[in-house]
């Protein structure tokens, strides 16, 4: 038996292209179709070592320090095929934003790598996230690899506190954690987070599916577990249907046959 197989119960090099029907179980779309969110794991789906690897080369964020950070517009076709949009920035009104680093303004980073996008895991995660979805061909779709790295404490969030983030369809999937105390997740049902919903610590390979139109959420600070090593914490963030009039309006300037969300 392949050393692969042993290590992520199936042969990579054999791994099926696309795997929708069944990449989420019953019950997770039955929570978000009951609660607004829910809790998979995807680690028997992809090999999480390959796609940590892509955490080593990300450039730093201009924008917020202590942070790295790459990201894609990317669509599927009428045929389910994955496909890169291109250039278009990154774009949070300040009713979804409350940092000031972020809020309001463009935001430009460089895109996932040709390695990355090409890998068939790759490829049938985002296939099957759109699925999960009922996504449309021609929706935009923004994945991006962002994480913090470091000594002491950092805020993961840089400020942006108990806030959505303008979309409809919302997933957060560790990459990594090591060396990690703290980043505990919170949904709430309102912003001021008197009324909480939900906790929960997300292990490299966890995912976290929100209706971001209808709860809020947060991060706790992270410090280290060994305060003689440095730790790191990386995620893959996806989402589409921007319900942020700002993102909608860039996005139309850059990619004018797009199918847009319009909130009513």
């Known amino acids: 038996m392949k050393l692969d197989t042993l290590k992520y119960g199936f042969d990579t090099a054999t791994m099926p292209l696309d795997p929708i029907a069944d990449y989420w179980s019953p ?11 829910a809790q998979a794991e995807v680690r028997s789906r992809l090999d999480l070592e390959a796609w940590q690897a892509y955490t080593h080369d990300l450039p730093r964020d201009p924008y917020v320090n202590r942070r790295w950070k790459r990201m894609s517009w990317l669509t599927l076709d009428d045929r ?5 949009m291109g250039h278009c920035p990154m774009a949070q ?11 309001d303004r ?3 980073y460089e895109p996932l790598t040709p390695e990355f996008m090409a890998r068939p895991d790759v490829k049938a995660f985002v296939r099957a996230w759109a699925r999960l979805w009922h996504l449309r061909p021609n929706e935009p779709i923004l994945m991006q690899i962002t994480g913090v790295r470091g ?11 108990i806030h959505a983030d303008g979309c409809q369809a919302l997933s957060v999937m560790v990459l990594s954690r090591d060396n990690v105390a703290g980043a505990e997740n919170h949904l709430y049902a309102d912003k001021g ?6 906790d929960t610590t997300l292990a490299p390979g966890d995912i976290l599916h929100l209706r971001d139109d209808r709860l809020f959420h947060s991060v ?19 989402n589409s249907r921007f319900v ?3 993102q909608n309006r860039i996005l139309r300037r850059h990619f004018p046959e797009a199918l847009l969300h319009e909130p009513s």
């Open 193 to 198: 987070g008197t009324h909480p919903l939900a």
């Open 106 to 108: 463009l935001r430009y």
């Open 27 to 37: 019950e997770v779309t039955r929570s978000l179709r009951q609660q607004d969110w």
């Open 80 to 84: 389910g095929d994955v496909l890169d």
């Open 93 to 103: 009104g300040g009713a979804f934003n409350d940092a000031e680093s972020m809020a």
């Open 151 to 161: 000594e002491g404490m950092v805020d993961p969030l840089q400020g942006q506190g």
């Open 220 to 238: 706790d600070a992270i410090t280290q577990h060994d305060e003689e090593a440095p730790f790191e914490r990386f995620v893959i963030i996806i």
């Open 244 to 246: 942020d009039e700002f």
